[in-house]
């Protein structure tokens, strides 16, 4: 009896295993899920970042529209990992073809993680520290040029995830 039931049970595992290879496509979903999640995660990043520039520029602006110029750069500073992410995702998916591995798929959405954790995380981090140079600058003009430094610092991180996935994709690819 014990017999019958594994020959049943590794005949339906091989029937699985057979519609699995038959349907394909396996490793391409898994790397279309890693280009998708890194062009969103770099974008929400951004997003978040602008909001909290935007906002803090309008406060700024309200009371002191002449400062539009030097609060303007402090406020595009997060939108630069939306664009990292958007290449990454452009790179990636010139590596894709529906005939990947499911190894080969995993491997894509490696070698996209790095850019998109640092876009996330450093256009958010990057908004917020932008937030507080452009109030700075709405109380003391002289500041812009000097302030974009700290700001531009978090930048550094998310050139460095771009690099990383630029360097990864055509090895995984």
């Known amino acids: 009896m014990n017999l019958s039931l594994l020959a049943d049970l590794s005949e339906a595992g091989q029937k699985v295993a057979d519609k699995a290879e038959a349907i394909g496509y396996q490793g391409f979903a898994v790397a279309m899920i890693g280009v998708a999640l890194c062009v969103l995660l770099c974008g929400i990043g951004s997003a978040i970042g602008l909001?909290?520039?935007?906002?803090?520029?309008?406060?700024?602006?309200?009371?002191?529209p002449n400062k539009f110029g030097k609060v303007l750069v402090l406020v595009l500073l997060p939108a630069t990992q939306g664009i990292y992410g958007f290449i990454?995702?452009?790179?990636?998916?010139?590596s894709l073809s529906l005939d990947m591995t499911l190894t080969q798929g995993w491997a894509i959405l490696g070698a996209v993680m790095p850019m998109a954790i640092a876009g996330l995380v450093t256009g958010i981090f990057q908004?917020?520290?932008?937030?507080?140079?452009?109030?700075?600058?709405?109380?003391?003009d002289s500041l812009g040029g000097k302030l974009i430094i700290y700001p531009a610092?978090?930048?550094?991180?998310?050139?460095?995830g771009l690099i990383i996935s630029i360097m990864l994709i055509p090895i995984v690819g």
């Open 88 to 94: 990454i995702g452009i790179i990636a998916s010139g």
């Open 51 to 64: 909001y909290k520039t935007g906002t803090a520029a309008a406060g700024v602006l309200g009371e002191a």
């Open 153 to 160: 610092m978090i930048e550094f991180y998310a050139i460095l």
């Open 127 to 140: 908004g917020k520290s932008a937030v507080n140079c452009i109030y700075a600058v709405g109380k003391q």
